[in-house]
């Protein structure tokens, strides 16, 4: 078992849709980051977070300490928000912050 | 623009060629990071550098051997890879443990 866990692996929504992506961790963490990689394989941070809740435009994300449990919204979807989205845990290490991922949730948005 | 540039892009390379990676940070951040992402696979780290000292190498084979000569560069030497080393490979710099941030990628085929 993956000490970090993505729910769904696959999404597909048509434009406008309410999305949420799941991310369960198993592990002590000092950050939980959602990431976004597009097709060309580079990765964007979208977020970094420890309590509460954080949103960028039409992005909000919300951990759960007690919990272990992270989620991404989107609302408003757009075909230009079809990726791969990624979890990461950043565990404190002798090298400072170390991230362990998730296998990602590939999200596809139709027009 | 990301911050963050790796060299090449692409590249093909047979089992015995000799080539290396190259990654570069504008950003001046004090932390650097080897990632491979392997087909279906979660994003693995390979190597971590603080202030140019290798910190980790989480059990990575030899003939992969990174180097780093100052904050801002990081290379990694590839030497008689074999075909399930083909995959993507990032590159990723931070400051004191804050959010990640990733290049493009070079996309390495093992023939």
């Known amino acids: 078992k993956n000490e970090v866990e993505q729910s769904p692996q696959n999404l597909t929504a048509q434009e406008g849709e309410f999305i949420t992506i799941n991310c369960s961790y198993s592990?002590?963490?000092?950050?939980l980051h959602w990431l976004q990689q597009h097709p060309g394989g580079g990765i964007v941070s979208l977020f970094m977070?420890?309590?509460g809740k954080k949103k960028h435009g039409r992005l909000i994300a919300t951990i759960n300490i007690q919990e272990k449990h992270s989620s991404l919204h989107i609302t408003a979807s757009h075909p230009r928000d079809s990726a791969v989205y990624i979890c990461?845990?950043?565990?404190?290490?002798?090298?400072?912050?170390?991230?362990?991922f998730g296998e990602g949730t590939q999200l596809t948005v139709n027009p | 623009e990301t911050g963050v540039t790796q060299t090449p892009r692409h590249l093909v390379m047979g089992m015995t060629n000799k080539k290396s990676l190259k990654c570069e940070q504008h950003?001046?951040?004090?932390?650097m990071y080897w990632y491979k992402q392997s087909a279906k696979k979660p994003l693995e780290l390979m190597f971590v550098?603080?202030?140019?000292?290798?910190?980790e190498n989480n059990s990575v084979p030899s003939r992969f051997s990174p180097e780093c000569p100052n904050s801002s560069h990081l290379f990694l030497h590839l030497h008689t890879l074999q075909p399930e080393d083909s995959a993507l490979y990032l590159c990723?710099?931070?400051?004191?443990?804050?959010?990640?941030?990733f290049g493009d990628g070079t996309r390495l085929s093992i023939l």
């Open positions: 990723a710099s931070s400051q004191d443990g804050g959010s990640q941030h």
């Open positions: 592990v002590g963490i000092s950050a």
């Open positions: 977070l420890s309590s």
């Open positions: 990461a845990v950043s565990q404190w290490g002798t090298s400072g912050s170390r991230l362990t």
């Open positions: 950003l001046g951040h004090n932390a």
């Open positions: 550098y603080n202030f140019k000292e290798q910190t």
